[in-house]
C-alpha cells in the first residue's frame, strides 16, 4: 500500500482552495496569519469544492467526459490494489489532469484577485452594504481607518489630514499634515505614517494666551523642512484622522498661509475625525 499517495491526492485537491483563500483577503499582515486553524481549513474547503464544481462542468461541457469518482476514491483508499488499478485507469490522462489542475491553481491565483479589485472599486465591502458581512477585509482594519473606504457615497476623500501628539524631548508637540502613505510591521501592527506639508506646534499651545488676537495666534504653527515627513506610530501617543474634499487647484493657489493653518485647525477639532489613541 502506497501510503503517500492519498495525502499528495488530497493535497493537490485541496491546494487550489488554499491558495484562492489567500488571494482573496485584503490582509495587512506580511508573513503571519492568525485566524484559527480549523477557519482557515473550513475556507479552503469551500473554495475548493466551489472550484472543482466549475471546472468539472467546464470539462464535461468542453470534453464531454464524464467524472469517474470511483478513480479517485480508489486512489486514496487503503487497499494496494484498488490504488493500483486506479492508477493504471487514469495513467493515459496525464495531459487532461495536468490542463486541469494547471488552468484551476492559475485561476485561483488571478479570479480572486480581480474578485477583490471589483470589491475595492464598487465599495461592496463597505460598512453598511448589503454584502458587507461576505466582502468585507476583516483584518485590515487601518486599510478602513487611513483610506476612507468606509464613506458614504455623497462624501469623498480627497485628502486625509493626519493631526498627532508626539512627545520630543518630554515636550508634547502637535504635528499636522496629508497622509501620503503607510506601513504595517511584520505582525499587521500600524509601524509608521509618511505625511507632507507638515506642522508643528507646542500641544500646548492649543488655545491663543490671554488678550491675544486669533489671527496673531496662527504663527503658533510652523512649517517643518522637507518634502515627507515619518511619524512612528509607537512614538505617537494620539492619532486624529479627518478627510477632506479639497478644493479645485485654482482656489488653492490663492489661499494664504494664515489661511491653510486656520483651515487644519478647523480640520482638526471637526466631527467626522476618527481618533485613535496608542
Not at 490582509?27 to 469544492?49: H, K, R, T
Not at 479589485?117 to 487601518?142: H, Q
Not at 507646542?202 to 495666534?217: C, V
Not at 515627513?229 to 487647484?249: H, M
Request: aromatic fraction near 10%; glycine fraction near 6%.
Amino acid at each position: 500500500m502506497n501510503v503517500a499517495l492519498p495525502a499528495l491526492i488530497v493535497f493537490f485537491l485541496l491546494v487550489p482552495g488554499f491558495i484562492a483563500r489567500s488571494q482573496i483577503q485584503k490582509i495587512e499582515s506580511e508573513v503571519l496569519d492568525y485566524s484559527p486553524f480549523g477557519a482557515v481549513v473550513a475556507q479552503a474547503l469551500v473554495w475548493a469544492f466551489l472550484l472543482h464544481a466549475l471546472w468539472l462542468t467546464g470539462m464535461h461541457l468542453w470534453t464531454s467526459r464524464e467524472f469517474a469518482p470511483e478513480h479517485l476514491l480508489g486512489m486514496i483508499s487503503a487497499s494496494s490494489n484498488l490504488q493500483s488499478d486506479s492508477v493504471r485507469s487514469v495513467a493515459g490522462q496525464w495531459k487532461e489532469i495536468a490542463i486541469y489542475f494547471g488552468s484551476m491553481v492559475a485561476f485561483a491565483y488571478i479570479g480572486p484577485m480581480v474578485v477583490r479589485t471589483i470589491i475595492v472599486k464598487c465599495k461592496l465591502d463597505r460598512e453598511g452594504r448589503w454584502c458587507s458581512s461576505l466582502c468585507r477585509f476583516n483584518r485590515a482594519p487601518w486599510y478602513y481607518l487611513l483610506t476612507g473606504a468606509d464613506l458614504r457615497d455623497d462624501q469623498k476623500a480627497d485628502a486625509i489630514m493626519i493631526s498627532a501628539v508626539v512627545s520630543v524631548g518630554g515636550t508634547a508637540h502637535l504635528y499636522v499634515g496629508y497622509l501620503e502613505k503607510w506601513h504595517v510591521d511584520r505582525d499587521g501592527k500600524l509601524d509608521r505614517l509618511v505625511i507632507s506639508k507638515t506642522m508643528r506646534r507646542l500641544f500646548s499651545s492649543d488655545k491663543p494666551a490671554e488678550g491675544e488676537e486669533e489671527a496673531d495666534a496662527m504663527g503658533r504653527f510652523y512649517r517643518v523642512d522637507g518634502d515627507f515627513f515619518v511619524l512612528r506610530y509607537d512614538q505617537i501617543s494620539t492619532l486624529n484622522v479627518s478627510y477632506r474634499e479639497l478644493p479645485a487647484p485654482a482656489e488653492l493657489d490663492l489661499l494664504t498661509l494664515s489661511t491653510q493653518i486656520e483651515e487644519i485647525e478647523r480640520m482638526v477639532g471637526e466631527d467626522d475625525s476618527a481618533v485613535v489613541g496608542n
